[in-house]
């Protein structure tokens, strides 16, 4: 797999035939490993071991209605009262990060009220906090680590 634009993290894998896996540590069981797969793990070792947030609030995975659809989130960092704090939505590398990328998560967003999010293809990285008066994204350089 490509290198990304993360800190070193140490990543555990197995290979059944010809099909590799990566095992996610918040979903306890190996997921293959596809492009996207790769920059949501890096996602999570980052958000685990970089910013501090504890595994016990962070969500790989699950389904939301949009509009009466089901969508499924990438990863998703609550608080300790439940309220989102962070939506991320992850590309594979070799997708480039558009306005649509950015209409995607602020659909989501529109349901999951997350107060920052993340866009990042494992090259790019975008963060932005939410100004929900304004009805704006504020970018920022990073995301805060937990406190």
């Known amino acids: 797999m490509q290198r990304l634009n993360f800190p070193p993290c140490e990543l555990r894998f ?3 035939a010809d099909v590799v896996s990566v095992f996610d540590n918040i979903r306890r069981k190996f997921i293959v490993l ?3 797969e790769w920059v949501r793990q890096h996602v999570v070792q ?3 071991n970089d910013l501090r947030y504890p595994k016990s609030l962070v969500n790989v995975e699950k389904v939301l209605k949009v509009n009466g659809l089901s969508k499924r989130y990438d990863v998703v960092v609550f608080n300790p009262d439940g309220s989102i704090k962070i939506l991320v939505e992850c590309k594979a590398p070799d997708v480039a990060i558009s306005q649509a990328t950015f209409d995607q998560i ?3 967003n529109l349901t999951m009220n997350a107060e920052f999010l993340m ?3 494992g090259l790019n990285h975008y963060f932005c906090r939410m100004d929900f008066e304004a009805k704006q994204y ?3 350089k990073s995301l805060p680590d937990y406190r």
């Open 14 to 16: 197995r290979k059944d």
């Open 34 to 36: 596809t492009p996207e």
């Open 46 to 48: 980052y958000l685990l």
């Open 106 to 108: 602020a659909r989501y």
């Open 119 to 121: 866009v990042t293809n």
């Open 138 to 140: 504020i970018f920022l």
